[in-house]
């Protein structure tokens, strides 16, 4: 299994900053993703992020919005830029387990409230 | 536009009892299905998979089956205990690329409650 740490674990922002989350994963992994859960709703995938290449975005979800850096194969860091209350959510990064059962293992999440 | 529905936001089950949560989704051809549970403020633990060609799998007190026909799958909990009170998702992986190498869509969850 993989152990994963987020920073910040939560924060308030003001609208129009800027804030980066960081992911780090207890060992080397190739594929790593980003989520957002929304109050209420299901987990969404927003990138899928590989060491040595751009990251992928889903359809709704764009690099200038949501810059992701993955300079080797424990970190990543997703910045969620301009910041509006409609990115009050909660943001988190999972791996991939190279398993028979393709388990994916996730962070605690980082809660963000924007104001 | 590809849905996945899980079958109720909250679920009330005596301790003892099996709970049966239900996933269905539409317009999707999933490579395979898993189950996590999430507790509040935690991410989500991966449970169980199945794959397209399999009808059911089992883990401990845990059930799954998979009907590609009716677009849906059970999860059964069997014996239910207070400490099995949590929210249960369903995700689907679009393609089978090895390795969980595939972004997961997940259905909004099932908050189960077992009551003593």
């Known amino acids: 299994s993989a152990v994963i740490s987020q920073k910040p674990s939560r924060d308030i922002c003001q609208r129009g900053t800027s804030l980066t989350i960081q992911c780090q994963v207890d060992?080397?992994?190739?594929?790593m993703f980003w989520y957002r859960q929304q109050p209420g709703q299901s987990l969404t995938l927003i990138a899928t992020a590989n060491q040595g290449s751009e990251a992928t975005y889903e359809s709704g979800f764009v690099i200038d919005k949501f810059p992701i850096s993955r300079p080797n194969l424990t970190f990543s860091t997703l910045t969620v830029s301009n910041m509006s209350p409609e990115d009050s959510s909660i943001y988190l990064c999972?791996?991939?387990?190279?398993?028979?059962?393709?388990?994916?293992?996730f962070g605690p999440g980082t809660r963000l409230t924007v104001t | 536009s590809q849905k996945i529905e899980q079958n109720s936001e909250a679920l009330n089950i005596q301790e003892g009892k099996t709970a049966t949560l239900t996933c269905n989704y539409t317009n999707y051809s999933p490579a395979y299905l898993q189950w996590y549970r999430q507790d509040p403020g935690r991410g989500p633990v991966f449970l169980l998979l199945i794959r397209e060609n399999e009808k059911e799998k089992r883990k401990e007190r845990l059930k799954v089956t998979f009907d590609t026909t009716l677009k849906q799958s059970l999860f059964h909990i069997t014996a239910s205990q207070p400490a099995d009170s949590a929210t249960y998702l369903c995700a689907l992986a679009r393609t089978d690329s090895g390795g969980g190498a595939d972004g997961l869509t997940f259905g909004k969850g099932t908050h189960l409650i077992i009551q003593p």
């Open positions: 999972s791996v991939g387990a190279w398993t028979a059962a393709y388990e994916q293992y």
């Open positions: 060992s080397q992994v190739t594929m």
